[in-house]
């Protein structure tokens, strides 16, 4: 059985960690596959939506290195570059990925597997899930990305006290937050998944991917940048044809049908 399960259903494409044994903990060889997976999703118009699950009862609980590729003698530097070819790497997928990605989060979700939630554009968690910036029990620093993701989705005190602390945050309280989207039973989480993900794969697919860059870009730029990157998207975007389509059955008072294109 593979470690990452993956299928592509109604424009969805559903990439499911599957190492329940290990509450999927990560290894080096899903990180590539799972990347591979949201690379091929930018690149074929028949995927117009990405979902990140997994099986049994965690959702990623970290990271599991004992896959890496062997280092004979470590130096310095390696620790740097292992972090960038890796789990900067991993969670920059998700972020760069042109089509828009749910985490269905049905369980733990700890360290890089937090950060792996909080980089999809969409956050589904069912009510039993945890969140747990764990790097501080170890005496690490956290890396994947979460100095990054953290103060822009909280705020920079509410991000010290998860990453100071290293608590386990509940579904509801991550919702409270602001780093959850919606919380959900637990049996409802793969159809509420697919509700969304399947609304999003009938929508205008390129429009949403022009957004979804302006906005990861946004926190991190002046207004000038951000109203000239707005224009520029908005230019691309009214040579495709879904652009077209939405403006048409505005002025012939119909239902949009988005194609994709």
Not at 78 to 94: E, K, P, S
Request: proline share 5%; charged share 25%.
């Amino acid at each position: 059985m593979s470690d990452v399960l993956h299928a592509v259903e109604n424009g969805v494409s559903w990439i499911t960690l599957n190492r329940p044994e290990a509450m999927n903990a990560v290894t080096w060889d899903q990180r590539e596959r799972i990347m591979a997976l949201l690379d091929e999703a930018s690149a074929d118009p028949d995927v117009r939506a990405v979902v990140v699950t997994a099986t049994g009862r965690g959702f990623c609980a970290g990271a599991d290195l004992r896959g890496a590729p062997a280092v004979p003698e470590t130096v310095p530097g390696d620790v740097a570059r292992t972090i960038r070819r890796g789990a900067q790497r991993f969670i920059g997928a998700v972020l760069d990925c042109e089509k828009p990605v749910i985490a269905a989060v049905n369980g733990t979700a700890a360290g890089i597997g937090a950060h792996l939630a909080f980089a999809c554009d969409l956050v589904l968690a069912a009510d039993s899930a945890r969140f747990i910036e764990v790097f501080v029990r170890r005496g690490l620093v956290p890396d994947g990305g979460g100095a990054y993701l953290l103060p822009r989705l909280i705020g920079p005190q509410r991000a010290k006290e998860l990453m100071f602390f290293g608590d386990a945050v509940s579904a509801a309280e991550a919702r409270e937050l602001g780093l959850v989207n919606r919380v959900v039973p637990a049996e409802e989480l793969p159809k509420t998944a697919r509700e969304w993900a399947e609304r999003l794969a009938q929508g205008p697919t390129r429009a949403l991917a022009l957004t979804k860059q302006l906005v990861n870009a946004s926190l991190d730029g002046d207004r000038g940048a951000a109203f000239a990157a707005e224009a520029a998207a908005q230019e691309i975007n009214m040579t495709t044809r879904d652009a077209k389509e939405g403006v048409a059955s505005f002025v012939e008072r119909r239902e949009a049908r988005y194609g994709g294109r």
